[in-house]
């Protein structure tokens, strides 16, 4: 599976970015989950959002209300809107997937995902 995330930017406090994750050699037809990550240096790598193939969706608490994660298998493409953004948000982004999706995988921990796509600096400054 390979992924690339795109999309990030400099933004300011209040303002909206979408960020894309293009999906290849893998369907998104099948039990898979697609999760957002972001990192900042000296930090470990949070979870930010997933969905599954079924359309099921998670947020971390931090982002609820402000973003919003959707697919669009056609192109076999996931996004991530964020709204709202206030610089506790500026991170480097990275989009990952969970080949098999199955009961007891946590959506938001890293731990679960197979593959990685490169980051995308997000920063949030006035």
């Known amino acids: 599976v390979q992924l690339q995330a795109s999309g990030g930017g400099l933004v300011q406090p209040g303002g909206s970015l979408r960020l894309s994750c293009a999906v290849s050699?893998?369907?998104?037809?099948?039990?898979?989950?697609i999760g957002w990550f972001r990192q900042v240096p000296g930090k470990g790598r949070e979870g930010v959002s997933c969905?599954?193939?079924?359309?099921?969706?998670y947020y971390a608490d931090s982002v609820k209300g402000r973003f919003t994660i959707s697919s669009d298998h056609a192109k076999n493409m996931v996004y991530l809107q964020m709204d709202s953004l206030e610089p506790e948000d500026t991170a480097v982004y990275y989009c990952?997937?969970?080949?098999?999706?199955?009961?007891?995988?946590?959506?938001?921990?890293?731990?679960?995902?197979?593959?990685w796509g490169q980051g995308t600096q997000v920063t949030v400054s006035s």
């Open positions: 050699r893998f369907t998104l037809d099948d039990d898979y989950a």
């Open positions: 969905i599954t193939s079924d359309g099921r969706t």
């Open positions: 990952a997937a969970v080949r098999l999706w199955v009961a007891g995988v946590e959506p938001l921990n890293k731990d679960e995902y197979d593959d």
